[in-house]
C-alpha cells in the first residue's frame, strides 16, 4: 500500500484551492453537512450532458441506450461499495431523507399497525425522527428511544429493555453526525433480529467514512445519500433486501414504475424500478457512481484510517482552549466530527468569526435538536473532516478559535 | 477580519445597559428564533405622555441578537410608542452598521420583531413588521 498523499488528494477537488477573500484560503471543515466533489465527480455529469443526454428505459435509440446502460452501470457501482448481492437492491432517491420516507410510507404503512412499537434513539438525525412520527401519529404507533450516554453512546441495556417488548422496527443512525459516535451496528442488528424486529440504518455518515457492507451488518434497509460522499446533490440510495422491497407497495406513481396501465388500475415494474417513478436526475446518478469509483480509488479502509488520525489530533489539541467542551468526547468509537461549545459564546459567532478566517464550520442544532435537548443546550460549533483535510488546517482552526477566545474575554 | 463583530457589538453582547426584566411593565414580549435557539424578552414601561421611560431584554443568544437587542432599546428611551411602530429593518441595520447575510440578519432584526409585536399587542413576531409600520 502506499502512503496517504492528501496533497494529491487535495488537487483532485477544485473548490479546495479557492479563496473566499484575498490572501484567505478556504479552510472546509463541514463536510458532515456535505462533502466537496472532486473534478471526475463533476466532469462524469458534464460528459453525460455533452455526449449522452437521452431518457432512459424508454427509448430504443443510440442516447437512450447509452443513459440507460450509464445509469444501471452506476447502480451497480454502488451497490457493489456498500457490499449489496443484486443491483436491483439498490433504489435510486434524492437522499437518504427520501429513502428512509421510502419505508416508512411503504413498508411501515402496509406492515405496521396500531400500538406497534418502533424503536428510535435519542441520537437521531431529524431525518429518522420525522417521517416516523408522522407515520406513528397516522398509525398509533408508540415510539419508544434507546437513551444516549454522557459519553455520547447509545445505552445497549436500555434497548435491551426495548427489545424484550418485541418492537416491530429499530432504526438508528450508524455514525451520528453530531457526536460522531459509531454505534454498534452489527450487534445491534444482531439482536434485533433475535427480537424478531425489522432493522433500518441511518447510513448518511457511515457510508461515506468508512467501509460498510449491507451484507456483514445483515441489516434489512440501509439509508444514504450522494453529497456527502463527494457524489452529487439531489442523489441518494435505500437498499432493501429482496424480498422485504418485494413485498411493499410501490412509493410514488407515475412513469418508470409500472408494468402495465389500464385506466383504472396498473400493475407495478419489477425491482428496482417499482420505487423509481417519474424521469430522475440521471446526470446525478451517473455522478453517484463516478464518486464511488473515486472512492474506491483511494480505499476506504485508507480514508478511515487517514480521518482517524485527523480526529484525534483534533481531540487533543481542541482541549486546550480553554473552556471548549467536546459533545461525546468519550465515546469508544468515534468517526470525524467534533461538535463543541464555549462558555459565554455563541456557536453562530464562533462560525462567523472562523469564516472571517476562510474556516467553513457548522453552527446550530445540525437537525438533531432533541440530542441537544439531551445535552442541555440549544446550539453547538461542529468541526468535521474528511479525506481531503489536513493537520495544518486543524492547527489553523485551533488558532482561530484561541483568537475567538480572547475577542470575548 | 472581524469587521462583524465591530468593539461596539462586542461592548454591547459583554456589557449591555438594558439587561434584565422589568416588573411590573405596560409591554411585554417575548420570542425566538428556532433556527439558532435566540430567545429574547422585552419589557417597556410607557409614561403618562405615551413615552418610552424604561426599557429592559432578558434572554440568550448570539452577540449579534443580544446587541442588537440593547442597541435597539438603547435607542428608543424617551420615544413616542407610535414612533416605535414605524421603525423598520434599516434602522436596526444602522444601529449596528454592519452588513449580514441572510442567516445572521434573522439574528439581528429578532429584538425588533419582538419590540413591535408588543407594541402592537400582537400574539406573534412576523417578519412582516420588519417593514413599514404594518399592523
Ligand atoms: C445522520 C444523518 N442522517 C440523515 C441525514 C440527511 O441527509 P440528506 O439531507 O442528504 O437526506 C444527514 C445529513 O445531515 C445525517 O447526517
Request: glycine share 8%.
Amino acid at each position: 500500500m502506499t502512503a496517504y498523499n492528501v496533497e494529491k488528494i487535495r488537487k483532485d477537488f477544485p473548490i479546495l484551492g479557492i479563496e473566499v477573500s484575498p490572501g484567505v484560503p478556504l479552510v472546509y471543515l463541514d463536510s458532515t453537512a456535505t462533502a466537496q466533489k472532486p473534478a471526475v465527480v463533476i466532469d462524469a455529469m458534464d460528459e453525460y450532458y455533452r455526449t449522452s443526454n437521452g431518457n432512459i428505459h424508454r427509448g430504443v435509440h443510440y442516447l437512450a441506450e447509452r443513459a440507460t446502460s450509464m445509469y444501471e452501470a452506476s447502480r451497480a457501482k454502488v451497490a457493489a461499495f456498500i457490499g449489496a448481492d443484486k443491483p436491483k437492491e439498490v433504489i435510486f432517491t434524492r437522499n437518504a431523507t427520501e429513502s428512509i420516507n421510502l419505508v416508512a410510507q411503504t413498508w411501515g404503512r402496509a406492515f405496521l399497525n396500531k400500538g406497534d412499537l418502533v424503536v428510535l434513539t435519542e441520537m437521531e438525525h431529524h431525518s429518522n425522527l420525522v417521517p416516523w412520527q408522522m407515520l406513528a401519529k397516522e398509525k398509533d404507533l408508540r415510539l419508544e428511544f434507546i437513551t444516549v450516554t454522557e459519553d455520547g453512546e447509545l445505552d445497549q441495556a436500555v434497548y435491551d429493555q426495548w427489545l424484550d417488548q418485541g418492537p416491530k422496527l429499530v432504526a438508528f443512525a450508524h455514525m451520528s453526525n453530531v457526536l460522531g459516535t459509531i454505534n454498534p451496528a452489527k450487534a445491534m442488528i444482531a439482536k434485533a433480529r433475535r427480537a424478531g424486529a425489522i432493522t433500518l440504518v441511518d447510513g448518511a455518515q457511515s457510508v461515506p467514512h468508512f467501509p460498510v457492507s449491507v451484507k456483514d451488518l445483515d441489516v434489512d434497509f440501509m439509508a444514504f445519500s450522494a453529497h456527502k460522499m463527494v457524489g452529487p446533490t439531489g442523489v441518494g440510495a435505500l437498499y432493501g433486501k429482496e424480498e422485504l422491497l418485494d413485498k411493499m407497495p410501490p412509493y410514488m406513481g407515475g412513469g418508470d414504475m409500472i408494468r402495465k396501465v389500464y385506466l383504472r388500475s396498473f400493475t407495478p415494474n419489477e425491482l428496482p424500478w417499482k420505487f423509481e417513478a417519474g424521469t430522475f436526475c440521471i446526470a446525478e446518478a451517473i455522478g453517484f457512481g463516478a464518486a464511488v469509483d473515486y472512492l474506491n480509488s483511494i480505499g476506504m479502509d485508507a480514508i478511515a484510517n487517514y480521518e482517524h488520525q485527523l480526529v484525534q489530533s483534533a481531540l487533543i489539541k481542541m482541549k486546550t482552549i480553554p473552556g471548549l467542551e467536546i459533545m461525546g468526547e468519550k465515546a469508544a468509537h468515534r468517526g470525524g466530527v467534533v461538535s463543541f461549545t464555549l462558555p459565554g459564546i455563541h456557536p453562530h459567532d464562533v462560525a462567523q468569526i472562523l469564516d472571517q478566517n476562510g474556516i467553513a464550520i457548522r453552527a446550530g442544532h445540525h437537525c438533531a435538536m432533541p440530542l441537544h435537548d439531551k445535552f442541555g443546550i440549544s446550539a453547538s460549533s461542529r468541526a468535521s473532516f474528511y479525506l481531503y483535510n489536513t493537520e495544518e488546517e486543524i492547527n489553523h482552526l485551533v488558532v482561530s478559535l484561541q483568537k475567538v477566545v480572547k475577542m470575548f474575554s | 477580519m472581524d469587521d462583524l463583530y465591530r468593539e461596539v457589538i462586542i461592548e454591547h453582547y459583554k456589557n449591555p445597559g438594558y439587561r434584565g426584566s422589568l416588573d411590573p411593565n405596560d409591554i411585554s414580549f417575548e420570542d425566538e428564533n428556532p433556527l439558532c435557539g435566540d430567545h429574547i424578552k422585552i419589557d417597556l414601561r410607557v409614561g403618562g405622555d405615551g413615552k418610552v421611560s424604561e426599557a429592559a431584554f432578558d434572554g440568550h443568544g448570539c452577540a449579534i441578537s443580544q446587541a442588537s437587542a440593547d442597541l435597539l432599546l438603547e435607542s428608543i428611551i424617551g420615544k413616542d410608542v407610535n414612533e416605535i411602530k414605524h421603525l423598520t429593518k434599516t434602522d436596526v441595520m444602522d444601529l449596528l452598521g454592519i452588513e449580514l447575510g441572510p442567516v445572521r440578519l434573522k439574528c439581528a432584526l429578532l429584538p425588533l420583531k419582538i419590540l413591535k409585536a408588543g407594541v402592537y399587542g400582537l400574539g406573534e413576531a412576523t417578519d412582516d413588521l420588519l417593514e413599514e409600520g404594518q399592523a
